[in-house]
């Protein structure tokens, strides 16, 4: 995966959204990049701060996706605009399920432990950000990260 992941991104502006919601409206930016990547249940996207572009979503898709209900995790979203779909960690802890019931109609792909470089990632936004310093050729702005939360 680690290779063809590169390739996607590969000469692309790339915007990568975390979570938190911005105090201005940074919509227009974001939503200006080539490709949109979104963490889990892109808690902020209904803020209307963080634009409406979904082009891949990195999740851990684990129990917690379970006890949710379709709106918080924003599945008319990923149901309208099809986003790739990549499990970013704890394979092991992935319910099929979820996946195949939530991610209907989308590609799906897991990282590989390459990407991450065997180390330790406490969540799935630093995961992603690890699997982003491994890809070369492309320009990356992150948005909506806090690194006391992450970190």
């Known amino acids: 995966m680690s290779g063809k992941f590169k390739e996607m991104v590969k000469g692309?502006?790339?915007?990568?959204?975390?979570?938190?919601t911005p105090k201005e409206d940074l919509s227009e930016v974001i939503d200006s990049h080539d490709i949109v990547i979104r963490i889990n249940h892109f808690y902020n996207y209904d803020s209307g701060k963080?634009?409406?572009k979904l082009d891949m979503l990195f999740v851990t898709p684990t129990?917690?996706?379970k006890n949710m209900s379709?709106?918080?995790?924003?599945?008319h979203v990923i149901r309208e605009q099809k986003p790739i779909i990549f499990a970013v960690k704890h394979w092991q802890r992935i319910d099929r399920r979820i996946v195949d019931?939530?991610?209907?109609?989308?590609?799906i792909y897991k990282f590989e432990q390459?990407?991450?470089h065997n180390s330790q990632i406490y969540t799935t936004g630093t995961a992603s950000l690890r699997i982003l310093l491994n890809c070369e050729d492309f320009t990356c702005d992150c948005y909506c990260f806090s690194v006391d939360d992450d970190w």
């Open 101 to 107: 019931n939530h991610f209907c109609g989308c590609k």
């Open 12 to 20: 692309k502006s790339v915007a990568i959204v975390g979570n938190l």
């Open 70 to 75: 379709p709106e918080q995790r924003h599945e």
């Open 50 to 52: 963080v634009g409406k």
């Open 63 to 65: 129990d917690k996706w």
């Open 114 to 116: 390459d990407m991450l």
